[in-house]
């Protein structure tokens, strides 16, 4: 999350429809969870030459043990990059994070992304898994959107694109129609498009959700309401086979003074089973000035919601968005600070059966928030 406001929307939604509380997921499957530990890792950490922050999505690798971590430094300070870390868990909690190999991401020509100016933009990497079918990492990137009067507006696409384990262009996946940024009142806000991504179905299926709300669907959570997201199922090809709705928390407390900044929306998703292409983890991140973050983790189901693909917008329509349940608010746990948390991945499983779930925070390269790993043990 990038700190600054997301654009206003004023899209008119039927009430019934987008605020109305999601059903409870479905009773034999209910995830608890219970926290094991943290760590810290030292601000501005140097790796290799690259400055160690902005670490905004992560997935356990198979085939090494090791985690894959994307950053979203804007090649602002070092070229757009991701990082490989060993992080020992087990039931004592976490261990040292040490990180083990950096590459940047690259274009298809082989060079790296340009950093961002104030009249082209740039990427902005968000979330990170490793491919269970090839080994190859899928990233998204959520663009961007800056429409001021005046200007010649900046547009950059949102993406999910497919590299090798060195960072090499392998390619990009189409994404649908209402997920292209826009000058009109329509499409993903800036900031608020492309973060969450897993794969599902044994990794036939590549599913995505956009952190806040399209334009044309809803307007923005505040505190006395929540509002619409949507998430795409889509074939490894890149073919749309479903979008849902997703119903957002409201915004959990007004920022002090009440004019200052707040937002909150979708910062991670994730499948429960990874041959389940029904059953997903939400994390659902708020910040408001003056107060700080809150984060909550959801179990989400999609069974018997409504394929909302072909909707060009949600406002006034009747449909049933997926149903949702709390599994853990990190309010609740004793961490040393609720940071900016915007990752997580399945790490390795306990001798008592539990899974580990590995959660990592964006520390915005500021001296003030951290980057935090942090480790809950799962019982399904």
Known sequence: ???????????????????????????????????????????????????????????????????????????????????????????????????????????????????????TGTIDPEDLRVDPWTGNYLWSQEGQRTVADGKAPVLVQPSVGVVRRDGSYVRTLPLPADERITAEHRGPQDNFSLEGLTYAAGGSLVVSEVEGPLLQDAPNATTEHGTLSRMTVQTRGGAVLAQYAYPQEPLFANPVPPTAFSITGVSAMLAVDPLDPTRYLMMERGFAVGVGYRIQIFEIDTKGATNVKDYDTLAGKHFKPVSKRLVADLADYPLSTVDNVEGMTWGPRLPSGERTLILISDDNFAATEVTQVIALAVRD
């Open 1 to 119: 999350m990038r700190s600054r406001l997301a654009t206003a929307v004023a899209a008119a939604a039927c009430a019934a429809c987008l605020f109305a509380p999601a059903a409870e997921a479905h009773p034999g499957h209910q995830l608890s969870a219970r926290f094991l530990g943290e760590s810290v890792v030292p601000h501005a950490l140097d790796y290799q030459g690259t400055t160690v922050g902005g670490l905004s999505g992560i997935d356990r690798d198979p085939r090494t043990g090791q985690y894959v971590i994307i950053c979203d430094d804007r090649s602002a300070l070092q070229p757009a990059r991701f990082y490989t870390a060993s992080i020992p868990v087990d039931e004592h909690g976490v261990g040292p994070v040490t990180f083990t190999s950096t590459h940047p991401l690259l274009r298809a020509d082989g060079s790296t992304y340009p950093p961002v100016t104030a009249t």
